[in-house]
């Protein structure tokens, strides 16, 4: 199993910008496609975004294309998810999560493992 732990939420303005990261360790992290999701207080968890284990391939949801990009260092087993002009739909739990395979997938039962989330709050 891979162990997943977020950092770096937190309470941003709107228009502003927050960096989140994913530190993985216990498996060979360079060969798994990475996701990362967001859950809404009484909303479903939703796909944000992807990075196959290949850096070259990545897919976003629409709702946030050109507002964040979502990137990996494998030699230091992390992957992150720079968010960009943050609005206040953007607020939500962020959860890290990695593939069952190097492929970029993008719902929920496509990856096996998870973070605890971190908080991202984004105020007016």
């Known amino acids: 199993q891979v162990q997943l732990v977020e950092s770096g939420g937190g309470l941003v303005q709107a228009g502003g910008s927050l960096r989140l990261s994913c530190a993985a360790s216990?498996?060979?992290?360079?060969?798994?496609?990475m996701g990362w999701f967001r859950q809404a207080p009484g909303k479903e968890r939703e796909f944000v975004a992807a990075i196959g284990w290949n850096t070259g391939s990545t897919f976003y949801a629409d709702s946030v294309k050109g507002r964040f990009t979502i990137s990996r260092d494998n030699a230091e087993n992390t992957v992150y998810l720079q968010m960009n002009s943050l609005k206040s739909e953007d607020t939500a739990v962020y959860y890290c999560a990695a593939g069952r395979g190097p492929f970029i997938v993008t719902t929920e039962s496509g990856f096996g493992s998870w973070g605890q989330g971190t908080q991202v709050t984004v105020s007016s």
């Open positions: 216990g498996r060979t992290f360079s060969k798994y496609a």
